[in-house]
């Protein structure tokens, strides 16, 4: 995801600016850029790929006086990673950096273009500064300008703002992407997306709530929500970095499992429009002439391609396959031209599924990419690209990256249902619940914390499911091997019969996912096989189940998918704590790497 940096002072704004990026690199980027006035001249750099390209380009470049700067390295969602689309974006006498999405940014930009405004950026981020430029021609007040054109934005965003028309001042506005503000007893400012920028800097720091916005100068900082000010509260920082990077989690995984929901959200911003779900970045006819569906991929990745295959099959109604990539690279696969050829794959480098996506391509199959980053080798190759909108995904075991293809390849699959004239609205209205379903609770996560401790043992673990709850039951069983290297498997639960059962005994446990919306009876029958054989149980559920062992509890909901998404988040949770107990690395476990660039 994209980072902010700004400030206010007299330090040397470029140094600190830069310093600040770099601390922002765990985020992940594809470019970077700063704008900085000093003296009512303004100055911006801007270059893609590492930081290290933006220093060489300001390398002759310094303040020596008060100024005000901005900087940003920007995770490419709506257009390539260029120098054009790098932040900060100018207007004629401003400029803008933005993290988030601005999901009316097309509606605001014809209107502008109508106006005359030229854009030269593919980003939904240029409306801003274009938008505070006309507001300031009317408004005449750079504040009621920016106030005006806060008000006019939907979706998600962290915004700082610097123009001429008021040249010591930062605006600034905060809604559903991160954002604080720091302070000094030198009476410096400072803006940053996350801690890390401001350790050694600021002495105290306010983390804006979301609808917060105002101004700063170095006189004074003014904020203001729901058109009323209000008093900042601000609280001493935290002087350990690698903490700061972790958001006070003790592991990137579990920082990653709790951004799950506002990442989903992120994935949804803009596609899913008046009971409708819109792809940007598909033209209409891509689809013509495919009968069917063949998904190939890797790992976490393989199991969201084939938990998908149950709904193109039932909401989209295409025949759907799904194979791991390093098996299709070598079967001498029959490809016919009528088949849609997704690859899905969070690193966008993996060896198998870049080389199945070349073969279906040199086959002349229509190919889809479906990606968390922009300008991988797999986006450069597919004919189209949907990217998942995680943001860079540190631990090795992956979690969010599998939330948001999932919510993409959903999402496809209620598209293509649309494009053949089936009502889809009721989807839609379930889908949008999926980032507040992804929220963590704190009862829940401490309950899994406790049930941990007896699974640290016994002779294997099965995780069972049936139809779309089975990729699910073998992502669960990933987790669990990835990151505690205890033996787990996943199952359909209605296979156990023929042959696991054998396994069955006290040692055994079996993670039972049992959705109340989708066969439940069927999946009850087949714990209660392996009980009756004394496994250890441990079922999640919304509906108690007397027989187990242990038991999770999910939310009453009325649409299987939604279970979906709690389940895949309570596994990740287990599987985390499970491996915390036994004293693993879970961002790092052994043997694994998160990006495999070799067959
Ligand atoms: C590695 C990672 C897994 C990932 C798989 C596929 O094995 O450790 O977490 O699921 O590669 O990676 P991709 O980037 O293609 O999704």
Redesign the pocket.
């Known amino acids: 995801m994209c980072g902010i940096v700004g400030y206010i002072g007299k330090r040397e704004i470029k140094s600190f600016l830069i310093e600040g990026l770099k601390e922002l690199e765990y985020r992940g980027y594809d470019s970077a850029g700063i704008a900085i006035i000093e003296n009512e001249s303004m100055h911006v750099f801007k270059a893609v790929g590492k930081i290290k390209n933006l220093e060489e380009k300001a390398k002759d470049f310094k303040t020596k006086e008060f100024g005000i700067g901005i900087g940003h390295t920007r995770w490419a969602t709506h257009g390539k990673p260029t120098e054009l689309n790098a932040h900060p974006h100018l207007g004629e006498f401003s400029y803008v950096v933005h993290n988030g999405i601005i999901e009316n940014y097309k509606e605001l930009k014809k209107e502008l273009e109508n106006k005359g405004y030229k854009f030269i950026s593919q980003t939904d981020t240029e409306t801003i500064v274009h938008l505070f430029e006309e507001n300031f021609k009317h408004k005449k007040d750079p504040f009621k300008a920016f106030k005006d054109t806060i008000s006019k934005l939907k979706g998600a965003y962290a915004i700082l703002l610097i123009s001429k028309a008021s040249p010591n001042t930062i605006f600034f506005a905060k809604n559903g992407s991160p954002l604080i503000i720091g302070k000094n007893s030198k009476n410096e400012i400072f803006f940053a997306s996350s801690d890390a920028p401001l350790i050694g800097y600021a002495d105290e720091v306010s983390y804006l709530d979301d609808g917060v916005f105002g101004y700063a100068d170095k006189e004074k900082i003014k904020a203001f929500k729901d058109s009323q000010e209000i008093n900042l509260e601000f609280k001493p920082l935290t002087m350990e970095k690698e903490f700061a990077q972790k958001g006070g989690f003790r592991f990137f995984m579990e920082k990653e499992i709790y951004e799950q929901s506002r990442v989903v959200s992120e994935t949804i911003m803009g596609r899913a429009i008046d009971g409708k779900i819109v792809f940007e970045e598909l033209e209409k006819n891509f689809f013509e002439g495919i009968e069917n569906i063949k998904i190939c991929?890797?790992?976490?990745?393989y199991h969201a391609g084939l938990s998908s295959s149950y709904l193109f099959e039932r909401i989209s109604k295409i025949p759907t396959s799904v194979e791991i990539a390093s098996e299709f690279r070598y079967k001498k696969p029959l490809l016919n031209k009528n088949t849609l050829f997704i690859v899905?794959?969070?690193?966008?480098?993996?060896a198998d599924?870049l080389e199945a996506l070349k073969m279906a391509k040199n086959a002349g199959l229509k190919t889809l990419a479906i990606c968390n980053v922009d300008n991988s080798s797999i986006v450069r190759i597919a004919d189209k690209t949907i990217l998942t909108r995680a943001g860079i995904e540190k631990g090795?075991?992956?979690t969010k990256?599998f939330a948001t293809q999932m919510m993409v390849l959903w999402m496809l699959s209620l598209y293509l249902a649309q494009i053949k004239g089936f009502d889809i609205s009721k989807e839609i209205d379930v889908l949008l619940k999926v980032p507040k379903v992804l929220i963590v609770e704190n009862s829940l996560h401490e309950k899994i914390k406790r049930l941990s401790k007896r699974y640290l043992h016994g002779h294997g673990f099965f995780y069972i499911g049936r139809d779309i709850f089975y990729p699910l039951a073998l992502e669960g069983a990933l987790k669990l091997k990835e990151i505690s290297y205890l033996h787990a498997e996943g199952y359909p639960a209605g296979e156990m019969k023929h042959g696991p059962i054998a396994l069955a005994d006290p040692e055994l446990f079996t993670i039972a996912l049992m959705p109340k919306n989708l066969l439940y009876d069927k999946i009850k029958s087949n714990v209660e096989e392996l009980s009756a054989r004394d496994s250890t149980i441990l079922a999640i559920s919304p509906i108690e189940f007397e027989i187990a062992d242990d038991f999770i509890k999910i939310k009453e909901q009325n649409h299987y998918m939604l279970e979906y998404f709690e389940m895949m988040l309570i596994i990740q949770l287990l599987a985390m704590e499970i491996a915390i107990r036994l004293g693993n690395d879970v961002d790092m476990p052994r043997n694994?790497?998160?990006?495999?660039t070799v067959e």
Do not use: F, N
């Open positions: 991929a890797c790992g976490t990745s899905i794959s969070q690193s966008g480098e993996t599924t090795v075991a992956s990256a694994l790497a998160k990006s495999v």
